[in-house]
């Protein structure tokens, strides 16, 4: 009988007779085993050995007429997450958010970022450096820090532009997230856990992508990773097998572990170019502050479902639409308010100018007004 004993199987000695059997069962199995090595090697060396892959161009380099499969790489080698460290791992920081306090200034978290720009242009998470009074950078290898201006920053998409000034900077290379599939390899390097674990390298796989998750308010279209993403990661590179950035590192789900997610690099691309630009993002603003009436409290009250105003900006679209406090906005440009998001999407869908129309409830009454959309200007 088979018997186990400390997690090894013993299997009781055959018998004689039936030993010829069993030998030619052993060379039927190692010729196999052998031919399958030979094919097997054959499709890796075909398939998977290093060769010229596409790079990916330097961020603001303008597009040829090459195509992409085309364009020779410098020399990175498929499947090396050795080369991809030691290719992108220069050019992904230490951010230090500084606030001033009773004690002067002291540091109050701290993130990654990559530099992506020869001028010293970093992208970084818009959480890294929310209130900072001071932001430092410390460099690769830690022996160099130096104070970062901030160019501009969105909170609705979490992302930043930095600037520093020194020479002889590495550059990370932008790739394309839209040709990132599920499975592919992931490698994320960043600073989990602050300077001291600087650099730090984890592989994983992309778990899914095109992502969209909400966090604190904020809409997320991201790539997801069961590479390990920690505090300290945010602002750092997910890259591919190329060595390329595909994503930005920004959130980890709390309840499980293996569940990490990076902000796709299309879309963070425009976002920086408008931040470099023009320091903030411009998009339609109405100018309100409102609280969202669910289907529970429109009946509990007697009024409609919809968004209630609580306050209205000076000068805003709103106010010059005549919109008061108390106002319930109902539908807006003929899409009724179902939901706590239902304003926001609509909003994305205009331009700065554009005139819709809002049916509002006043008192018992209902009016439909227009409103001419303004700039956010970074609001």
């Given at each position: 009988n088979n018997k186990w004993e400390s997690g090894v199987k013993f299997v009781e000695e055959r018998k004689p007779k039936k030993f010829m059997k069993f030998l030619g069962i052993i060379l039927l199995m190692f010729f196999?085993?052998?031919?399958?090595?030979?094919?097997?090697?054959?499709?890796?060396?075909?398939?998977?050995?290093p060769d010229s892959l596409t790079q990916a161009k330097s961020f603001g380099e303008t597009n040829g007429k090459t195509d992409s499969k085309d364009a020779q790489s410098s020399s990175i080698p498929k499947n090396s997450v050795t080369k991809v460290a030691e290719t992108v791992g220069p050019a992904v920081v230490g951010v230090e958010n500084n606030v001033f306090s009773f004690e002067g200034l002291v540091p109050q978290g701290s993130g990654s970022g990559i530099?992506?720009?020869?001028?010293?242009?970093?992208?970084?998470?818009?959480?890294?450096?929310?209130?900072?009074?001071?932001?430092?950078?410390?460099?690769?290898?830690?022996?160099?820090?130096?104070?970062?201006?901030?160019?501009?920053?969105?909170?609705?998409?979490?992302?930043?532009?930095?600037?520093?000034?020194?020479g002889n900077l590495p550059v990370a290379k932008f790739g394309d997230s839209s040709k990132v599939r599920v499975g592919d390899l992931a490698i994320a390097i960043g600073n989990p856990l602050g300077q001291e674990y600087a650099g730090t390298v984890t592989v994983g796989f992309i778990s899914a992508v095109n992502r969209?998750?909400?966090?604190?308010?904020?809409?997320?279209?991201?790539?997801?990773?069961?590479?390990?993403?920690?505090?300290?990661?945010?602002?750092?590179?997910?890259?591919?097998?190329?060595?390329?950035?595909?994503?930005?590192?920004?959130?980890?789900a709390k309840q499980s572990e293996g569940m990490g997610f990076a902000i796709s690099i299309n879309e963070a691309i425009p976002i920086i170019q408008s931040l470099m630009k023009d320091h903030y993002i411009s998009r339609p603003y109405l100018g309100i502050y409102y609280v969202f009436i669910d289907q529970e409290t429109a009946k509990a009250n007697d009024i409609p479902v919809g968004v209630a105003i609580q306050q209205v900006v000076n000068g805003s679209a709103a106010e010059k639409a005549d919109i008061r406090q108390g106002d319930i906005i109902t539908s807006f440009d003929g899409v009724e308010i179902?939901?706590?998001?239902?304003?926001?999407?609509?909003?994305?869908?205009?331009?700065?100018?554009?005139?819709?129309?809002?049916?509002?409830?006043?008192?018992?009454?209902t009016l439909d007004v227009k409103i001419k959309l303004q700039d956010s200007k970074g609001q």
């Open positions: 196999v085993a052998s031919v399958g090595g030979i094919l097997g090697g054959y499709y890796v060396k075909k398939n998977y050995a530099i992506f720009d020869k001028q010293g242009y970093i992208v970084t998470n818009e959480h890294v450096i929310e209130g900072a009074n001071k932001i430092t950078v410390t460099l690769p290898g830690g022996e160099r820090k130096v104070n970062a201006t901030l160019v501009g920053a969105d909170k609705k998409t979490d992302l930043a532009v930095l600037k520093i000034d020194a969209n998750i909400n966090m604190d308010g904020r809409k997320y279209k991201v790539l997801q990773t069961d590479a390990s993403i920690n505090p300290g990661n945010s602002g750092g590179a997910l890259c591919n097998e190329a060595g390329e950035v595909i994503g930005i590192n920004s959130l980890k179902k939901k706590q998001d239902d304003l926001g999407d609509i909003l994305e869908k205009h331009k700065v100018g554009d005139t819709v129309t809002a049916k509002l409830w006043r008192n018992g009454r």
